[in-house]
């Protein structure tokens, strides 16, 4: 008799270490990443869930606060539906201490836990920004070589995610270092605030815009968008996506400020100028009129709109 087995467990490195080789041909891996924004939704509000895709004035105020909350607290379960802030805190903090500084340095046998941690608060510090592994390197004393194993088990195991840019000319345009963003904001503020989480609210957060950055990374890559990049020229020119659909090219600007309602930004203009793209999209917290540049369709969007209408293309 055909027997299935599910082996399941908060590792994915033991897992992967476990399932030996002969097993290849027979086996399944299955990704379980923290909750999207839909899946939340779902789980809190269910009637909310056809006004992700559609305007409505009341059903948007209600979103945007749930919206707020995520993007502070992220996608674990645990932490995600417990009610009680004090518990949610709780909940964190067993996540960070059991996985970041038990399971993986520990798989790592990372022999200086202190400087390993180290680089997981300097990722979160700098989710969004380009990261420089050399500077990276002399700041903590370690290899680069190091940094890249760290890096690598660290992506692994669904804790940061690494894009590379996006680039035709390596004379006008960075093509080397990548940005690092985190699986789940919640887990990155912890790991950046530590002790001090989460005493502010997302408006009250001087890093909103990376976060909010880092939310729409995160939710595309759990809708089904694992192709996606950013461009940047060495004129400090840059768009924060670059996603590759059917061969289509699509840049997304984020904006947690208010949007120059005279304009596109020139960032992006720059992009539609060079590469023509059918299709561009500005995330934003407020809802502007669609407009073009030259033939570009230009969309702004608030950030849970963003899947549905990505489907759509």
């Given at each position: 008799?055909?027997?299935?087995?599910?082996?399941?467990?908060?590792?994915?490195?033991?897992?992967?270490?476990?399932?030996?080789?002969?097993?290849?041909?027979?086996k399944k891996l299955f990704r379980l990443l923290p909750f999207s924004f839909v899946e939340y939704i779902s789980f809190k509000e269910k009637e909310l869930l056809p006004f992700l895709a559609k305007a409505d004035k009341f059903a948007e105020e209600k979103l945007l606060a749930f919206l707020y909350e995520f993007i502070v607290f992220g996608g674990y379960p645990k932490v995600l539906l417990e009610d009680d802030r004090g518990k949610k805190i709780d909940h964190m903090e067993e996540i960070y201490t059991s996985y970041l500084e038990k399971d993986v340095a520990g798989f790592l046998r990372v022999k200086d836990s202190f400087v390993f941690s180290k680089l997981v608060?300097?990722?979160?510090?700098?989710?969004?920004?380009?990261?420089?592994?050399?500077?990276?390197?002399?700041?903590?004393?370690?290899?680069?070589?190091?940094?890249?194993n760290y890096?690598?088990?660290?992506?692994?195991?669904?804790?940061i995610r690494r894009i590379l840019p996006f680039f035709h000319s390596t004379r006008t345009e960075i093509r080397k270092m990548p940005k690092v963003y985190f699986i789940d904001t919640g887990l990155r503020n912890f790991t950046k605030d530590l002790r001090d989480f989460p005493l502010k609210s997302f408006w009250d957060r001087s890093d909103k815009g990376s976060l909010?950055?880092?939310f729409i990374l995160e939710e595309m890559w759990k809708t089904g968008f694992p192709e996606i990049n950013f461009w940047r020229t060495k004129d400090r020119a840059e768009v924060d996506f670059i996603v590759n659909k059917k061969s289509e090219i699509i840049p997304?600007?984020?904006?947690?400020?208010?949007?120059?309602?005279?304009?596109?930004?020139?960032?992006?203009?720059?992009?539609?100028?060079?590469?023509?793209p059918r299709v561009g999209i500005i995330v934003s917290l407020q809802r502007q009129k669609e407009t073009k540049v030259g033939e570009t369709e230009i969309h702004y969007l608030l950030p849970y709109e963003l899947p549905s209408f990505m489907e759509k293309l």
């Amino acid at each position: 008799m055909p027997v299935k087995m599910v082996l399941t467990g908060s590792s994915s490195l033991d897992i992967r270490a476990k399932i030996m080789e002969p097993l290849t041909g027979r086996k399944k891996l299955f990704r379980l990443l923290p909750f999207s924004f839909v899946e939340y939704i779902s789980f809190k509000e269910k009637e909310l869930l056809p006004f992700l895709a559609k305007a409505d004035k009341f059903a948007e105020e209600k979103l945007l606060a749930f919206l707020y909350e995520f993007i502070v607290f992220g996608g674990y379960p645990k932490v995600l539906l417990e009610d009680d802030r004090g518990k949610k805190i709780d909940h964190m903090e067993e996540i960070y201490t059991s996985y970041l500084e038990k399971d993986v340095a520990g798989f790592l046998r990372v022999k200086d836990s202190f400087v390993f941690s180290k680089l997981v608060r300097i990722l979160a510090e700098e989710a969004g920004n380009l990261f420089n592994i050399e500077r990276t390197s002399r700041e903590l004393q370690i290899k680069n070589q190091t940094i890249k194993n760290y890096l690598s088990v660290l992506e692994n195991t669904f804790i940061i995610r690494r894009i590379l840019p996006f680039f035709h000319s390596t004379r006008t345009e960075i093509r080397k270092m990548p940005k690092v963003y985190f699986i789940d904001t919640g887990l990155r503020n912890f790991t950046k605030d530590l002790r001090d989480f989460p005493l502010k609210s997302f408006w009250d957060r001087s890093d909103k815009g990376s976060l909010l950055e880092n939310f729409i990374l995160e939710e595309m890559w759990k809708t089904g968008f694992p192709e996606i990049n950013f461009w940047r020229t060495k004129d400090r020119a840059e768009v924060d996506f670059i996603v590759n659909k059917k061969s289509e090219i699509i840049p997304i600007e984020v904006k947690s400020g208010k949007v120059n309602k005279q304009g596109v930004p020139r960032s992006l203009i720059s992009f539609i100028n060079k590469y023509h793209p059918r299709v561009g999209i500005i995330v934003s917290l407020q809802r502007q009129k669609e407009t073009k540049v030259g033939e570009t369709e230009i969309h702004y969007l608030l950030p849970y709109e963003l899947p549905s209408f990505m489907e759509k293309l």
